[in-house]
């Protein structure tokens, strides 16, 4: 089948698509976007984050068919108006949080999230709104870092490298 | 150096001035930048016009004769282009790390659950997938050996032609029957680990003109994979090309060979590449994991408080094949003891061929399962001789000059000690206020056991408060050549010198190729430094693991940088007329004693193109006496403590871990904030075996193989870690570095697991710790 939809603001097609091919899989294999990760492709890891029509969801288990003429924006397309790093991105460069870096393209999508959602969140927030994305490098310490220096950064509190 | 949870420390800028990003500062990852934007290209993520995918039919069964197999039903599905199986493989029809004792695809007989028997390159994943299943194997199924003890025994059936016994590691030293006030015996368990990577096992396979093939894939070490991949496919190795595809992760479950020749084997016969990626599930059928163990341990104190003796017995669980599993033995043998100072020693490890699940590396290999015992025995001998734990600990540490149960000298600092002191003396969490509903002054639902599930509002709740402290050896022991090799290059580029290092040596997320730069940096002063992509055209750096790479590789650039700058300073000795003894370079600049700055190092290369390529050493280590388990057999030993301190639900067994506090000996912080970072990791990897994290094998089949199944720490159940950073200098090592990677990961768990203990009063001598071993009501 044929799949059309937006994808980081463009129309994209993917042609060929076997109806079992999930989101993810047409991202990754066939429109050359393999930022989203494909960690447990069950829905337990977080690492394929990203928005479908904004709202953040695991693109391993929304099937190709169901993103047909919907809006997609992935880690590919979190970048500063400007076209600079976003302010989450810079932070987790900033503070550490990046090791092997296989959860970060997920993470950097839900931290984006959160931040639109909650500008200032607790820290209890930030573990609630992360518990999704699984990362076995760092511990998540210097993650809630970057979450928090993006928050301040993003609220005026030190100047930031976008508007995330 | 301390630092405490939420506060940032801002990793400099790379590209400032070259004593800014040298050895010593918090230098960002040059790779950094592609890996928050999704560009940084992971093994599973390559692709070629006209690539084909490949899949991996495997054995259901742990242990079964497979009679005959079919392959008719596979090929003749459109879309697939190759079936292959054990007649297939051209070369060496096994592969393995110590003993090639394992099959490329199986043939007779299956070990495992999970043994690779066939393989495909098809079209499209989901073709590949429909071909393996396709395939028809007739399997007569036979009774699975499945735990080490019993593998053993008389009479068990044998896994190979040879026996069940992999290693026996037997250390004897001074008089283990010497008389004791007080003797205390233990036996724990400790289940099977997974080290969980998120970036699967994957890579690309391209045939090449030449007969040869290239091979992008995740690795923890290129040459080794590079070895094994050519016998098999029957090829000299300058025929196998391998290079390094960006890592998810590692903790050991590289080390061993797991799409590489099954990849390789396609390309070369389909003619096209050929992309292999395996799913979660597969992933934990497709790497070694920890071992799980079974420890009996006796200790003999005196009334004072003082040991006297330790006598242990250990079982690891080495599964079918042998991977590092003697490697392992070795570690749990020789560190079984602890960092304690005890005269009198009787250890003996044994690691078994079963039919579970193959064992191998994991990120502190046998010291893990060793701590986990000796630091529950350290805590029921500091209560039997009415000590607090850490006193006792204290009393009994060991210090540099104290010999180990293998009569090796610790000739560098061992501040046991100390760091258990400082861990100790970290001022406590608060307390949550008692009795104040939720949501208000009291505690918040989230940070209770249960969290939100709204279990407990503080009712039944009761906090504890554990110690330990952990000893590993650095690097590869007992003889073993430990090597690696830097290739340094220096010239000038747009107007300014610029640096070129190359190794073999595999980064893994780990910050290596952070290291190799800011070496470069220091040594040379310069400031722009490129470290090339890690590939077998230099040669090996050995593995990424045993906390070995920055203290090998790292002396291998250091000693490349050396080379290079004598070569700049016999350049300007020529080009001055002076003698190169008086010179030196600093700062980029060519300084002599007597004249002063005599031109900066661009003005002095022009066009000249300086290389060096140096392979570097650490001391030499020794064998063990196969009889007494004597001899110099680690290069280094590195300590971690921890204290951890638990809320724990006593009616429904759920913890909450408040805080985990952390001290340890890193000899110099090469980069501050890539080291808290592997402490946090490590640290983290640690709870998850205190608390969650086990591969559940029935009669040698695996029950949850998904992230659904195995859990592993999220960021709700990671507490917040408080560092406390020693730089103790070891005179032997590059710049007095101490590896770091893996202690923390050792001492964490025994931590946890004590704390519970305090306040559950409960033995708890299995990890993980599950929630009917901590509840008053038993199912």
């Known amino acids: 089948m044929r799949v059309t939809c937006t994808v980081n603001g463009s129309a994209a097609t993917a042609e060929d698509v076997w109806e079992g091919e999930s989101l993810l899989f047409v991202l990754r294999e066939r429109l050359g976007l393999p930022g989203s990760k494909n960690a447990c492709e069950q829905g337990e890891c977080g690492s394929c984050t990203v928005y479908l029509d904004g709202v953040v969801v695991c693109a391993c288990l929304v099937a190709a068919g169901q993103a047909q003429g919907r809006d997609v924006r992935t880690v590919e397309g979190i970048i500063a108006p400007g076209g600079g790093l976003g302010a989450v991105q810079q932070a987790f460069l900033d503070c550490g949080a990046v090791q092997c870096g296989f959860c970060t393209p997920g993470l950097i999508v839900a931290a984006d999230d959160l931040l639109r959602r909650i500008p200032g969140p607790a820290d209890a927030e930030i573990r609630e709104a992360l518990a999704g994305n699984l990362c076995r490098c760092t511990g998540y310490e210097k993650i809630l870092d970057a979450v928090r220096l993006a928050a301040s950064r993003m609220s005026g509190g030190e100047p930031e490298g976008g508007a995330g | ?779």
Request: with cysteine; aromatic share 6%; hydrophobic share 45%.
């Open chain 2, 1 to 779: 150096m301390t630092t405490v949870p939420g506060a940032p420390t801002p990793a400099g800028l790379a590209g400032g001035h070259a004593t800014g990003a040298g050895v010593g500062a918090s230098v960002a990852r040059p790779d950094g930048t592609l890996k928050v934007t999704g560009e940084f290209a992971f093994s599973s993520d390559l692709w070629m016009a006209d690539m084909l995918w490949g899949a991996t039919l495997r054995s259901p069964h742990p242990r079964a004769r497979v009679r005959a197999v079919d392959l008719s039903g596979a090929l003749r599905l459109p879309g697939v282009a190759a079936v292959l199986a054990h007649d297939d493989v051209p070369g060496r029809k096994t592969f393995g790390l110590e003993a090639a004792d394992q099959p490329v695809l199986a043939s007779g007989e299956v070990r495992y659950q999970g043994e690779p028997l066939v393989i495909i390159a098809a079209d499209h994943p989901e073709t590949a997938r429909r071909a393996a299943a396709a395939v028809t194997v007739d399997y007569e199924v036979l009774a699975p050996v499945t735990g080490a003890e019993a593998a053993l025994e008389p009479g068990a059936v044998p896994v190979h032609a040879g026996g069940n016994l992999v290693r026996h590691v037997r250390i004897r030293r001074g008089d283990p029957h010497a008389p004791a006030d007080i003797v205390v015996r233990g036996r724990y368990q400790v289940g099977m680990q997974d080290q969980a990577f998120l970036g699967p096992e994957s890579g690309l396979a391209v045939p090449a003109e030449d007969g040869g093939v290239e091979l992008y894939v995740a690795t923890q070490w290129l040459h080794v994979d590079q070895a094994q991949v050519a016998a098999s496919l029957g090829l000299p190795p300058d025929k196998v090309r391998i290079v390094l595809a960006g890592v998810g992760g590692a903790f050991g479950a590289r080390e061993d060979l797991s799409m590489q020749i099954h990849a390789c084997l396609l390309a070369l016969h389909t003619g096209r590449p050929v992309k292999m990626v395996y799913s979660r599930e597969e992933s934990f059928f497709g790497h070694v994991h920890r071992h799980p163990a079974t420890l009996y341990y006796e200790h003999g104190i005196t009334t004072a408080g003082r040991l006297v003796f330790v006598r242990a017995r250990t079982y690891l669980d080495g599964g079918a094949y042998m991977s590092s599993s003697p490697a392992v033995a070795a570690n749990a043998a020789t560190l079984g003891a602890g960092p304690y100072q005890v005269d009198n020693v009787a250890i003996d490890v044994y690691a078994a061929y079963t039919n579970n699940p193959p064992c191998g590396a994991m990120r502190g290999f046998g010291a893990v399962q060793a701590c986990f015992a000796y630091e529950s025995q350290m805590d029921e001998c500091a209560r039997r001789a009415g000590l607090g734990p850490v006193e006792f600990r204290i009393r009994n540490a060991m210090a540099e000059g104290s010999v180990m149960p293998t009569g090796q000298v610790i000739d560098s600092a061992a501040p046991v000690a100390e760091l258990l002191s400082r861990v100790r003396d970290a001022p406590l969490p608060p307390r949550p206020v008692r009795g104040a509903p939720a949501g208000a002054a009291g505690a918040d639902l989230r940070d209770l056991p249960g969290g939100v599930s709204n279990t407990t509002h503080g009712e039944g709740v009761v906090r504890g408060v554990g110690y330990a402290i952990g000893i590993k050896n650095v690097g590869f022991s007992e003889g073993f050549d430990d090597y690696s090799t830097a290739r340094v290059r220096l010239a000038v580029v747009a107007g300014q010198p610029a640096v070129t290092v190359h190794t073999a040596a595999a980064e893994v997320g780990q910050g290596l190729v952070t290291v190799q730069a800011q070496i470069a940096r220091t040594e040379l002063g310069v400031d722009q430094v490129v470290v090339h992509p890690a590939d077998t055209t230099v040669g090996s750096a050995g593995s990424s693991s045993a906390s070995r790479q920055t203290y090998v590789t790292g002396g291998a650039v250091q000693a490349a940088c050396a080379a290079v700058r004598a070569a700049v300073l016999r350049l300007a000795a020529a080009r001055y007329q002076v003698p190169a003894g008086d010179l030196s370079l600093a700062a980029g600049k060519i300084v002599s004693a007597a004249a002063g700055v005599l031109a900066d190092l661009a003005g002095l290369l022009g066009d000249e193109v300086i290389e060096e390529t140096v392979t570097w050493r650490h001391r030499p280590t020794y064998p063990l006496d196969p009889d007494t388990g004597q001899g110099n057999a680690h290069v280094q030993y590195a300590f971690a403590a921890h204290r951890a301190v638990v809320d724990v639900d006593t009616e429904l067994g759920l913890v909450k871990v408040v805080e985990l506090a952390t001290a340890q000996d890193v000899g110099k912080a090469m980069n501050p904030l890539a080291l808290a970072g592997q402490i946090h990791g490590g640290t983290a990897q640690g709870l998850g075996l205190a608390l969650m994290e086990e591969i559940q094998v029935t009669g040698g089949a695996v029950r949850n193989p998904s992230f659904t199944d195995y859990l592993i720490p999220t960021i709700l159940d990671m507490p917040p870690m408080r560092l406390d950073i020693l730089e103790l200098a070891d005179p032997h090592a590059p710049y007095g570095l101490r590896g770091v990677g893996e202690p923390p990961t050792i001492s964490s768990t025994p931590a946890i697991v004590a704390a519970l203990r305090a306040a559950t009063g409960r033995p708890l001598w299995r990890v993980p710790v599950r929630p009917d071993d901590i509840a008053e009501v038993k199912p």
